[in-house]
């Protein structure tokens, strides 16, 4: 050992942990080659709890960011089958021209910051489990601070004369899939790939439930991921409780430190954009803009606005046009911004913390390196 290496490891751990905190991620990470002691203290789980707690107590800080994923293609691996496809992903951060891509084959929860991925095991219900059964998955995920563990919720929505909704969860310290007791799942379905607001500790959807054959009754449903129990938030009182289709084509997303609704109202072919002020509070819903979903040139134009991705941290929404083409604006100033991006199917937009997650754990079958992506960080799936 030299010198300078038994000059920095004479310090105590309390110090070193209260110097690292103060450090970004990339600087903590160059500090694991420093010396073995180091590389040990960082890569200790307790540390990696405690900067997680940290990061995630301190949100207004630079190491909160805004994360753009964008879904470029769907590249198949055999043309006639949908076995092992690939999905290539762009991870874009905001105010940022760089990106960078990754392709997945199955799900996994990703930390590019310290360029590792898990991929998760099989979870209890699939194709292969209930083949005789006709039912679509929608996925959550999110950080519960009251454990500082992350988790992955699937509602499972069977399709049937009464649709019902199963809902299974994974939890990253255990490394295992379990089901939520039935009798704490409420009775309501969701739609297919229906997109999801995590904030304040709980996951957020647009779910039904069937009044009649025509009708159906739309609410924002809730998942507390602490104690994993689930709650209802009204809709604005002046959307029409269902279409004449029955159903309504509504979704969340988060805003600021509440939620947004995107209402696609296809009678009048706007784009209504809904913001809760006071998040819990009904009453509180405002309309902050409305835009037609259609401009000069019609549906086939590339001006047409099929989807509303969500919002930035800087108060921006980010749309996705015709053909997957992608730009924000500003909902004060009306002021448009190209985003200089094509996005294919399911992009979302949400923020992140830095953290040291997965850090510790081993590159193996499940679990490798991706290398040149340490400046960007997040973790999700």
């Known amino acids: 050992m030299s010198d300078n290496e038994e000059r920095w490891d004479s310090l105590t751990d309390e110090i070193l942990t209260h110097i690292f905190l103060s450090l970004p991620i990339k600087s903590i990470i160059i500090c694991t080659s420093v010396s073995k002691t180091w590389n040990s203290l960082i890569q200790n789980s307790t540390f990696i709890s405690t900067h997680l707690h940290h990061s995630y107590t301190n949100t ?146 647009v779910a039904f439930r069937a009044v009649n054959v025509n009708k159906a009754h739309h609410f924002v449903l809730v998942f507390d991921l602490g104690d994993e129990v689930f709650r209802e938030i009204l809709l604005p009182e002046e959307l029409p409780p269902y279409t004449h289709d029955g159903f309504l084509c509504a979704y969340v997303s988060i805003y600021g430190n509440s939620i947004a609704l995107f209402h696609d109202d296809y009678s009048s072919l706007r784009l209504n954009i809904w913001v809760m002020k006071h998040y ?6 405002t309309k902050a803009l409305s835009l037609p979903m259609t401009y000069q040139g ?54 992140y913390v830095e953290s040291l997650v997965l850090l510790d754990k081993a590159a193996n079958h499940i679990l490798r390196n991706v290398e040149g992506i340490v400046r960007h960080t997040t973790l999700f799936a």
């Open 60 to 205: 207004n800080n630079n190491n909160n960011h805004n994360l753009l994923l964008f879904k470029l293609v769907t590249q198949p691996a055999n043309p006639e089958s949908t076995v092992n496809n690939k999905e290539v992903y762009l991870l874009y951060k905001e105010d940022d021209d760089d990106g960078f891509t990754e392709e997945l084959t199955r799900f996994f929860l990703w930390n590019p910051c310290v360029r590792k991925f898990l991929q998760l095991p099989h979870p209890n219900v699939r194709c292969a489990t209930h083949i005789d059964s006709d039912f679509y998955a929608t996925i959550g995920f999110g950080f519960d601070p009251t454990t500082n563990d992350y988790k992955v919720v699937r509602l499972l929505t069977f399709a049937c004369t009464n649709p019902r909704t199963e809902v299974e969860i994974y939890s990253l310290s255990t490394g295992e899939w379990r089901m939520l007791s039935s009798g704490l799942v409420p009775q309501c379905a969701l739609g297919p790939r229906q997109p999801r607001a995590f904030l304040n500790g709980a996951l957020h959807w």
């Open 280 to 285: 819990g509070v009904v009453s509180s819903w």
């Open 298 to 351: 019609g549906f086939a134009s590339t001006n047409y606005i099929p989807k509303a991705v969500g919002f930035m941290r800087n108060g921006r929404i980010v749309l996705e046009m015709n053909g997957g083409h992608l730009m924000s604006q500003d909902l004060k100033t009306q002021e448009i911004k190209d985003l200089r991006l094509i996005g294919y199917n399911y992009n979302f937009v949400d923020a």
